[in-house]
């Protein structure tokens, strides 16, 4: 998975340096009969565009509001068999974790991957252990903002090898994203950029 995004990262600026190196090469006679008149304004249209204009916000307003995960949460107190129930009703494999009575004070987060090392593993009852006493702690998460380009979320995510990252504004949690939505959101905008630069080759600008 992770080669895979990597690939992603070098795919879009080897291919765009590709098709801008063809633009630039091509005879002075040719460009200057071609591009004359759509040159400059053409030019200024990719770069307003750009490689990385897609947020973190526009991933959650495709996914829509019933699942951007803003409803998605468990409290320190619930059982860990809970919010494992909770993750396979909505087929999800991570839980914001709030504080018990402050749906928006977020205290942690609770993940597939802490039920297996912290729970099977060890031999401990899911029903009979908090979330509070196996969830990563405030302290110690990793979250985006609504603004945060979601390359860079991309990059926060497999430099920490985590698939799951909390959104959160100054009012608090208001949703979550996964490495799905992320590579998802990457490789919809590459392919978009890829249609616009070769529409500027085709002249379709």
Not at 37 to 46: V, Y
Not at 167 to 187: E, H, K, Q, T
Request: some cysteine.
């Amino acid at each position: 998975m992770q080669g895979g995004i990597q690939a992603i990262f070098s795919h879009g600026n080897v291919f765009k340096n590709a098709v801008l190196r063809h633009i630039r090469v091509g005879p002075t006679a040719v460009r200057s009969l071609m591009f004359a008149r759509r040159e400059s304004t053409s030019a200024a249209r990719i770069e307003e565009h750009g490689f990385e204009s897609t947020t973190i916000s526009d991933v959650l307003t495709a996914k829509g509001k019933k699942q951007d995960g803003s409803w998605l949460w468990c409290t320190t107190d619930d059982s860990v068999y809970d919010a494992v129930k909770s993750m396979t009703q909505h087929n999800v494999g991570a839980l914001v974790v709030v504080k018990p009575g402050e749906h928006k004070s977020v205290a942690g987060i609770i993940t597939e991957r802490d039920y297996l090392r912290k729970i099977i593993v060890q031999g401990r009852s899911s029903k009979s252990t908090k979330v509070g006493d196996i969830m990563t702690e405030e302290n110690k998460l990793i979250t985006v903002t609504p603004d945060t380009k979601v390359l860079k979320a991309m990059q926060l995510m497999t430099d920490n090898r985590i698939r799951h990252i909390p959104v959160i504004n100054d009012s608090g949690m208001i949703g979550m994203v996964s490495i799905g939505d992320v590579v998802r959101a990457v490789v919809s905008e590459h392919r978009e950029e890829l249609n616009r630069l070769n529409a500027f080759i085709q002249g379709g600008y």
